[in-house]
């Protein structure tokens, strides 16, 4: 099975800057990454699919980048309702896998 | 409008069983594949099944194989997920998703998710 890995765990930002989510997968999945945005007490939203699609609809300060085994979530200039737990996910073979996620939080 | 609608949650003792239902609207439901992803409290997601759009193929992680049958009804436009076995660990908001395409891609419709509670 793949295993996702995400880093930071956590990260601390203020409105305005730019951040960058980093997303490992334990062997290459092509482009097959998605990312997601989840709110406290609300279903995920998808952001971005196939590593670098922004899903409709979604803010053009979201980017993805990468193949293979590594990836990037970045935000060019945080918005208040932008501080919340993201999470990528392969969709390269099943059982698909999540990485555990990065909470964002306001410094 | 495009929207997904979770039932079936509840309280139920380890080894019990529970069906999930999930009832879609606004798209053409046989098109896409549909997922269950579970989210245990205080945690990350986790993906748990997936059925294709023919209904054919069916694919689950390994915590819940032989214990978890993900299943469609293309004619009423609904997702099942019949759990039986239940354990303490299965505890979790169960979301259904739909996917973009008919097998595996992204989810990009979610429901409101659904509780299930493995208690004694």
């Known amino acids: 099975d793949i295993q996702m890995t995400q880093s930071p765990s956590s990260l601390s930002a203020s409105v305005g800057d730019r951040v960058t989510i980093t997303c490992r997968a334990s062997q290459p999945i092509s482009k097959k990454l998605n990312w997601y945005q989840q709110r406290p007490g609300k279903a995920p939203k998808l952001l971005i699919y196939g590593a670098s699609s922004l899903q409709s609809g979604v803010p053009s300060r979201f980017s993805g980048s990468g193949s293979g085994t590594e990836f990037t979530l970045s935000i060019s200039s945080l918005q208040p309702e932008d501080f919340a737990t993201y999470y990528c996910?392969?969709?390269?073979?099943?059982?698909?896998?999540f990485g555990q996620g990065t909470k964002l939080e306001i410094k | 409008e495009v929207q997904l609608v979770e039932s079936g949650g509840g309280v139920v003792n380890p080894g019990g069983s529970l069906r999930l239902s999930c009832e879609a609207s606004?798209?053409?439901?046989?098109?896409?594949?549909m997922h269950w992803v579970r989210q245990a409290p205080g945690k990350g997601l986790e993906w748990v099944a997936v059925v294709f759009g023919n209904g054919a193929s069916k694919h689950y992680v390994d915590s819940v194989k032989g214990r978890f049958t993900i299943s469609r009804d293309n004619g009423r436009h609904s997702l099942y997920l019949q759990m039986n076995s239940l354990r303490i660990e299965d505890t979790a908001v169960y979301f259904c998703?739909?996917?973009?395409?008919?097998?595996?891609?992204?989810?990009?419709?979610w429901g409101q998710g659904t509780t299930v509670i493995v208690s004694s």
């Open positions: 998703a739909k996917d973009t395409l008919w097998n595996l891609n992204a989810m990009d419709v």
């Open positions: 996910q392969q969709s390269y073979i099943t059982p698909s896998s």
């Open positions: 606004g798209f053409t439901f046989d098109d896409y594949g």
